[in-house]
């Protein structure tokens, strides 16, 4: 359990955290007070909810989302030669999961500004330290660097990816800005996937039609995606980049 918490990290860490103690406080004091306290059984049950909407939470963190992306790998076409970038990349879920389709002549770079706010355990040389354990130290590569900034030139790779990080990009102007750099550094014809939460799925769709690009598909996802439950769900959104 430990091990895979530092591989993976936990997603917003406080979260998940903050559910499950309240829960089990809440859930102690109804039992507790029982006797006495009139509300005792609504305080257990709205304790347990709050147990069960953060182990849901983890869930999702741990496996969920690895899940969903396996489910995108499956409908994409990935060329081994490929240059792939991950914005947001933390403990290079993501990142590691391209990097097993290309070949020594392509290359996967993730950036990230490594806060561990968003991700438990989110360091530069935590992510580094992984790739290497997983031998593609040769083919991807991490770096800090800012989504609003990126220090690449236009049309460099053919992926360009998000996982549950551009939402922490805060205000609506900012996201605005690191879509359009996300797009300035695709290449022709090539493929933008965001996953995310917050509920900003339109908001990146109608950003990425106003820069030009094709909306391929967008999904929201059930359990696999909740993030303490389906008020809060996961969704994708792929786009194709047709100009150039």
Do not use: C
């Amino acid at each position: 359990m430990w091990k895979t918490l530092k591989n993976k990290g936990l997603d917003a860490p406080l979260v998940p955290i903050s559910y499950i103690v309240g829960g089990l406080i809440a859930a102690g004091f109804g039992l507790a007070f029982k006797q006495s306290y009139s509300g005792a059984l609504w305080t257990v049950l709205y304790g347990l909810a709050m147990v069960l909407a953060g182990g849901i939470f983890v869930h999702t963190s741990i496996r969920g989302k690895g899940l969903i992306w396996d489910s995108i790998l499956k409908q994409i076409q990935i060329n081994p030669t490929d240059q792939v970038l991950d914005l947001g990349t933390g403990h290079g879920l993501v990142l590691l999961k391209f990097a097993a389709k290309l070949s020594a002549s392509g290359h996967a770079t993730g950036i990230d500004f490594w806060r561990q706010s968003d991700q438990s355990a989110n360091s530069l040389q935590n992510t580094q330290a992984i790739i290497a354990e997983q031998g593609f130290s040769e083919i991807a590569e991490v770096l800090t660097a800012d989504m609003t900034d990126l220090p690449f030139a236009n049309q460099t790779y053919n992926f360009v990816v998000s996982s549950m990080a551009i939402h922490n990009i805060k205000p609506a102007a900012a996201r605005k800005k690191a879509l359009k750099e996300a797009v300035r550094v695709l290449a022709k014809n090539g493929i933008l996937i965001i996953v995310d939460t917050g509920h900003h799925k339109h908001e990146y769709i109608a950003v990425l039609k106003s820069l030009g690009l094709k909306i391929e598909s967008s999904k929201t996802y059930g359990i696999a995606g909740w993030w303490t439950g389906p008020w809060m769900p996961t969704y994708a959104v792929i786009a194709k980049q047709t100009a150039g």
